[in-house]
């Protein structure tokens, strides 16, 4: 069986040779290992995409901490397919000053801080086991050999031995990531004492050895396809029910929500049009795009998140959804586009609430309607009429609502999963 360099096809070694100029600034006298014998291709299995962090300013708290120093973070994530081995992506990519990397490991997670005995494998970047990322880089991991089952729980850990500060990261996890003093990588189990968090840093994405090549789906939105309102730590987001029902096929899915999202403008990340480059037309094997925005362009002009905005009307997203089919046709890539669901009461009761009104429900009316009449995308899923009450149809069903009447919970999301026709988003096979 070849070696997993010798087998690397142009497209996926193109995205994995993004981050290997960072590699320059490990140990010069490491010699790398040899590369694991497994399958041939890399296929990307999860990810997440960065966001900027935001200054204190901003509604929301970041989080995290000012900084991180002697210090590992042990994170969690759960894979979409399995491969024969894996390779995690690090990012500093917001960041304006080096990140430095003491040491990292990668193992099977156990539950809580815990990982599976025997299953530690630590992580080396050209050979080294330390390593420093420029400003604004990405850096893939060297093989690692450790086979993982489709919808595997993995534990990342990074030890940080300098004051470092976060300057990138992702929100809403919906995982529990742990803190703790000291270089604890290869712990088995860490000490109750160890701090929580809910945002990630710094992994942004695993990539595993397949025996073929990548077939991908990325879902592009909001927090509502980041999970905001789902179960922490139960994987239980629509993409999370969408990867279940696709393992079998050996279809990867990409949750590339953002809570804040939006499809034209910089949110609480980048603008939908601007970042699909990187978190969607940039991944190997893209076959389809699943894109659910709309909500936050419309819901935040005027509200706590954007009080001095201008409201947008519906022919502005139209434009931008048409923007988004034609860039994904250029890639080669099926779109699906998804209904905007409703959101009356939003936040209703909070210092966020502001989201709706009967003006902003019009726009969102306008722009589902051409979604399901235009024929401008591939196919239409009608989370709208899904997860609406038909008595009261600007509000979310009570059974499908997580309480704050913006999000659903996790029966709303297992049933927008199942609500995908499986080949209408994938379409023909490619010849």
């Known amino acids: 069986m070849r070696s997993v360099f010798q087998g690397l096809k142009q497209g996926a070694a193109a995205w994995i040779l ?22 041939p291709y890399w296929s990307p299995s999860w990810m997440a995409s960065p966001q900027p962090l935001w200054g204190s300013d901003f509604v929301l708290p970041t989080g995290l901490p000012a900084q991180f120093r002697q210090q590992t973070l042990r994170q969690v994530l ?14 500093n990519e917001d960041s304006p000053v080096p990140l430095h990397i003491g040491a990292a490991h990668v ?28 400003p604004g880089a990405r850096l893939v991991s060297d093989p690692v050999d450790l086979a993982l089952p489709a919808l595997s729980r993995v534990a990342v850990s990074l030890y940080l031995p300098q004051p470092t500060r ?133 819901g935040w002009p005027g509200g706590p998140f954007a009080p001095q905005e201008e409201a947008v009307d519906a022919a502005a997203l139209i434009q931008g959804f048409r923007q988004l089919i034609a860039l994904a046709h250029a890639h080669q890539v099926r779109i699906v586009g998804a209904t905007i669901p409703p959101f009356e009461r939003a936040l209703q009761g909070t210092p966020l609430e502001g989201h709706y009104s009967p003006a902003k429900d019009q726009v969102r009316g306008e722009v589902n309607r051409w979604i ?16 609406r009450d038909p008595a009261q149809p600007s509000r979310l069903l009570a059974r499908f609502d997580s309480g704050d009447h913006l999000h659903p919970g996790d029966a709303g999301y297992r049933a927008m999963a199942a609500l995908i026709d499986l080949e209408q988003l994938l379409g023909p096979e490619r010849r």
């Open 18 to 39: 993004a981050g290997i100029a960072a590699a320059a600034s490990a140990s010069p006298s490491a010699a790398p290992p040899p590369a694991p014998t497994v399958s």
């Open 107 to 134: 193992a099977r997670h156990a539950g809580g801080s815990a990982i599976e005995p025997g299953s530690d494998r630590p992580l080396r970047f050209g050979g080294a086991s330390a390593v420093t990322l420029p």
């Open 372 to 387: 399901r009449e235009s024929g401008a995308f591939d196919a239409v899923v009608d989370f709208d009429a899904l997860l």
């Open 166 to 298: 976060p300057a990138g990261f992702h929100f809403d996890a919906r995982e529990t990531a742990y803190l703790a003093a000291g270089e604890l990588g290869a712990a088995p189990q860490w000490p109750a004492s160890a701090a929580l968090l809910g945002p990630r840093v710094f992994v942004s994405a695993v990539l595993v050895a397949t025996p073929r090549p990548p077939t991908t789906v990325v879902t592009l939105g909001d927090s509502i396809t980041d999970g905001n309102g789902a179960t922490p730590g139960a994987d239980r987001r629509w993409p999370d029910a969408l990867a279940e029902r696709l393992a079998g096929r050996e279809v990867a899915v990409l949750n590339a929500g953002i809570s804040g999202g939006r499809l034209l403008r910089d949110g609480m990340g980048r603008a939908g049009l601007t970042r699909a480059a990187r978190d969607v037309f940039g991944q190997p094997g893209v076959r389809a795009l699943l894109v659910l925005l709309g909500t936050n362009d419309i």
């Open 78 to 91: 759960r894979l979409s397919v399995g491969g024969a081995g894996l390779r995690v992506v690090i990012s």
